[in-house]
């Protein structure tokens, strides 16, 4: 079978039509403005890890706690590079002391990818808290996060799951909208553990890191 026309056929190349033209910029502008969103929603959060306090039990003293505090605020500069990447407009709150900002954009503006990318939580990350010792090898770690899938998370002695830390960025979608839930207040997260005095006097490092919660169950 002939892949050439046969001789008078009339012919519309769609590579030199509008609609292909604006079919193109809609898929690039997709995939850029879901690639900014990921960029920019993957790490929201100034972290600042306050001085850890160790003690000794009185009456084990070969066995010790430790106490971390863990402050996450929201980048300054957050909002106005999420604006940048979508149209949402702020919509006033009649309750002054309301601890959120509620943000909309109109769906017709918004790629149906990117609704179902928020749907499925690809934008939702967890802090995780990592003791480490002088070799980089982990002693302990804290994931603290909601709603997390257990099935999902190999657990053993020397990982701790919380449920204690509040976004201060949540996402949701509808068929109408998309909304955007900011809490400006910084949330302390504490993380406390009991481990020999040994242990206590090998560690050498705290990290802290936000990971997305796919990432976190490939990891965990």
Do not use: C, W
């Not at 804290?142 to 990982?159: A, C, K, M, S």
Request: net charge negative; glycine share 4%.
């Amino acid at each position: 079978l002939s892949l050439q026309p046969p001789a008078g056929t009339t012919i519309l190349r769609f590579n030199q039509t509008e609609a292909k033209l604006r079919l193109d910029m809609e898929r690039e502008n997709l995939n850029t403005t879901r690639q900014a969103m990921y960029e920019l929603l993957l790490n929201p959060y100034l972290i600042q890890i306050n001085e850890p306090n160790i003690t000794t039990l009185p009456y084990r003293p070969h066995r010790g706690t430790i106490r971390i505090e863990v402050s996450y605020q929201l980048h300054p500069d957050l909002l106005e590079e999420l604006t940048d990447i979508l149209p949402f407009q702020q919509v006033d709150t009649r309750d002054d002391n309301y601890s959120y900002l509620t943000f909309q954009a109109d769906y017709s503006d918004i790629p149906f990818q990117l609704q179902r990318d928020i749907q499925l939580g690809h934008y939702r990350t967890i802090p995780v808290v990592e003791l480490t010792d002088e070799q980089g090898r982990i002693i302990h770690t804290f994931i603290d996060g909601q709603y997390l899938d257990l099935r999902e998370i190999n657990q053993h002695d020397g990982l701790s799951l919380l449920d204690h830390f509040k976004p201060l960025l949540i996402m949701t979608s509808s068929r109408s909208d998309i909304q955007l839930y900011i809490k400006q207040a910084p949330y302390v997260g504490v993380y406390e553990l009991e481990l020999p005095v040994s242990i206590l006097e090998s560690l050498a490092e705290v990290r802290v890191r936000f990971y997305p919660i796919l990432d976190l169950y490939e990891r965990y």
